[in-house]
């Protein structure tokens, strides 16, 4: 069964750091871009950003509400992905969750999400 | 940046209707628009992708189409099951959703 599983999240003061993992199981992890995706209570979706595979040499993109603060960084010999954010602001609190390209260019599966509260 | 817009943001519909919501990108996107439906705690799911293809497993009654900037994705008969929200997403250049439309029965 293809799964991903999201964790560390949590409570953080404002200005803070985080880092959510997510681990992977079921697929080939290391040939897949693997995305991060909010989303705050009662709104929409918001596109955090992606790691692309080691054939595609790693590459980020990012959002330009996270760009500078937030990383995104994979270890494929861990089937995990990583999402390491810093200098948190309130309108960071959220659900994340990671999920995948798949080959037809859409995002399946997704994991269930981890909550980020930022707030003091 | 490709911005996306959905309408309506919220409908609700009888049992059985047909239901069309309308997506537009800010520009040309050719045909890389997925739609996603969420049900309330859950987390999003694939139903269309490439605009107009079915993603296997999801029921018939489900259909996209549009290229380009505007796109279309209709229910072709409302059930209780669908009660959840629709999103649009491009992929042409990132990423970006669009705000959602909320179906619920009438």
């Known amino acids: 069964e293809v799964q991903l599983v999201e964790s560390g999240g949590g409570l953080v003061q404002p200005g803070g750091s985080l880092k959510l993992s997510c681990a992977a199981s079921g697929f080939t992890f290391s040939g897949s871009a693997m995305h991060w995706v909010r989303q705050a209570s009662g709104k929409g979706l918001e596109w955090v950003g992606r790691?692309?595979?080691?054939?595609?040499?790693?590459?980020?993109a990012y959002a330009a509400s996270v760009k500078g603060r937030f990383t995104i960084s994979r270890d494929d010999s861990k089937n995990t992905a990583y999402l390491q954010m810093n200098s948190l602001k309130t309108e960071d609190t959220a659900v994340y969750y990671c999920?995948?390209?798949?080959?037809?260019?859409?995002?399946?599966?997704w994991g269930q999400g981890t909550l980020v509260t930022v707030s003091s | 940046d490709i911005q996306m817009t959905q309408s309506p943001s919220s409908l609700s519909a009888s049992v059985g209707d047909r239901v069309t919501i309308t997506c537009q990108a800010s520009q040309d996107i050719s045909n890389y628009l997925n739609w996603y439906q969420q049900k309330p705690g859950k987390a999003p799911k694939l139903l269309i992708y490439d605009a107009s293809n079915l993603e296997t497993g999801v029921p018939s009654r489900f259909s996209g189409s549009g290229s380009g900037t505007d796109f279309t994705f209709t229910i072709s008969s409302l059930q209780p099951e669908d009660i959840a929200t629709y999103y649009c997403?491009?992929?042409?250049?990132?990423?970006?959703f669009g705000p959602g439309t909320k179906v619920d029965i009438k």
């Open positions: 790691i692309r595979s080691k054939a595609n040499s790693y590459a980020t």
């Open positions: 997403q491009q992929y042409d250049n990132l990423v970006t």
């Open positions: 999920t995948k390209t798949i080959l037809t260019g859409g995002f399946d599966p």
